[in-house]
């Protein structure tokens, strides 16, 4: 590792390697392709790195478990009601409409879409959505910001129609989002919705709220490239393709079980005690 060598650089090249194994008289001659050959075939890549963030919600098993009890049609060990509803809520910030300087041009034999580099502003939307796990069906609006007052009426949105203003019970899968979190939240939704129950996840656990995977599908599929010449071509896109997702997905085949959270879990506190140092 470069820590090790007292050379300011955070990762070593193959000619970086080669030049330590021979001033370590490891060996007395080896070329750079011959360390690039063998650290490709190797297990350990050292030119690689990922990041990751450590569950710190000591009650992270607790709060992710009754989301993924959700997804099984389950709550407090009781089978949900088909009348009875789960939805995934969140929020996608800064959509902006980037107008470009030069018109794009389509692709052509052997080139792809060219898209011009610079841009005029065109203003930004944030866009809030509530995803019906077991439905598949995505209801969304348009705001200039975030906040408790655009959440809120995404709530009223939602729940002023069918199939949630006749439900049981509507249970909203959320972050903790600064427009929704804490207890002052879920007395505020409750009040005016007796129906709607907040199951608020841990902290960091946004792979596991599945309006994120709509997130992602929304923005390879309709936002990229961002190429839009106002603000109500960016709302009309997202609305739209709303509609479009609803005509041609199915609820998502989510497979990840408490029993895998808790061997995750387990394999995660064994590499927390593998970095602590020792006593």
Same mark, same amino acid.
């Given at each position: 590792m470069p820590a090790t060598l007292g050379v300011p650089l955070s990762r070593l090249s193959t000619a970086d390697v080669a030049r330590e194994v021979r001033r370590a008289g490891i060996v007395a001659t080896i070329s750079d392709k011959t360390v690039w050959?063998?650290?490709?075939?190797?297990?350990?890549?050292?030119?690689?790195?990922?990041?990751?963030?450590?569950p710190r919600d000591p009650a992270f098993a607790v709060k992710a478990g009754r989301m993924l009890d959700l997804y099984a049609r389950q709550w407090q060990g009781r089978r949900l009601d088909a009348d009875e509803f789960v939805l995934s809520t969140d929020e996608k910030t800064s959509i902006q409409a980037r107008v470009r300087l030069h018109p794009s041009t389509p692709p052509g034999p052997g080139r792809p879409m060219w898209v011009e580099h610079e841009y005029r502003r065109g203003g930004a939307w944030a866009y809030l959505a509530a995803l019906d796990v077991y439905r598949a069906n995505v209801f969304g609006r348009c705001e200039?910001?975030?906040g408790i007052a655009p959440f809120d009426r995404l709530v009223a949105q939602v729940m002023g129609? @069918?199939?949630? !203003?006749?439900?049981?019970?509507?249970?909203?899968?959320?972050?903790?989002?600064?427009s929704h979190r804490g207890e002052? @939240?879920?007395? !505020?939704?409750q009040s005016a919705f007796p129906t709607l129950?907040?199951?608020?996840?841990?902290?960091h656990a946004s792979w596991l709220n599945q309006i994120e995977i709509y997130f992602s599908i929304l923005q390879r599929k309709a936002l990229t490239p961002?190429?839009?010449?106002?603000?109500?071509d960016v709302e009309d896109r997202l609305l739209g393709f709303e509609r479009y997702y609803e005509s041609i997905a199915a609820p998502f085949d989510w497979r990840f079980t408490?029993?895998?959270?808790?061997?995750?879990?387990?394999?995660l506190e064994t590499a927390a005690d593998a970095l602590r140092p020792a006593a």
């Open positions: 050959r063998w650290l490709h075939d190797d297990a350990i890549r050292l030119w690689q790195h990922r990041t990751w963030i450590f200039p910001t975030t129609q @069918s199939p949630s !203003r006749e439900a049981r019970r509507v249970f909203w899968i959320m972050d903790n989002g600064s002052a @939240s879920v007395q !505020r939704l129950v907040p199951v608020h996840g841990p902290v961002n190429d839009f010449s106002s603000l109500a408490k029993d895998d959270l808790d061997a995750l879990m387990g394999k």
